[in-house]
């Protein structure tokens, strides 16, 4: 195996360790999954819930923006760009194809 894909293995568990879960409860998975639009920056709104009575919520940039949650929606939680996330997931796939790749490599080949 080559001397890069530990560090590498690594590194993508933790960029996927830091990824927004998706809650059972409140959100559908699949929903979350329709809902994800790669190529818009979303928007963090001014305040939750409402600009004049909420919490301020910090700006967005295009790694990261903020949304209101919480049982009356009066948080504002971290969220990443969808286009972050699905570059997570792309790095997530190709580490994980290249270990059963290097894997198979040196049972057939030893």
Not at 83 to 109: G, Q
């Amino acid at each position: 195996m080559s001397s890069y894909t530990l560090p590498l293995f690594l590194f993508a568990m933790a960029l996927l360790a830091s990824a927004p879960t998706v809650n059972a409860e409140g959100d559908d998975l699949l929903e979350y999954v329709k809902s994800i639009e790669p190529l818009t920056i979303r928007r963090s709104p001014l305040a939750c819930p409402l600009p004049v009575v909420g919490s301020a919520c910090p700006e967005e940039n295009v790694f990261w923006y903020f949304k209101c949650c919480g049982q009356i929606a009066d948080q504002c939680c971290f969220r990443l760009q969808d286009w972050v996330t699905v570059l997570l997931l792309f790095l997530a796939v190709c580490t994980i194809l290249s270990i059963i790749i290097n894997c198979v490599r040196c049972f057939c080949c030893a």
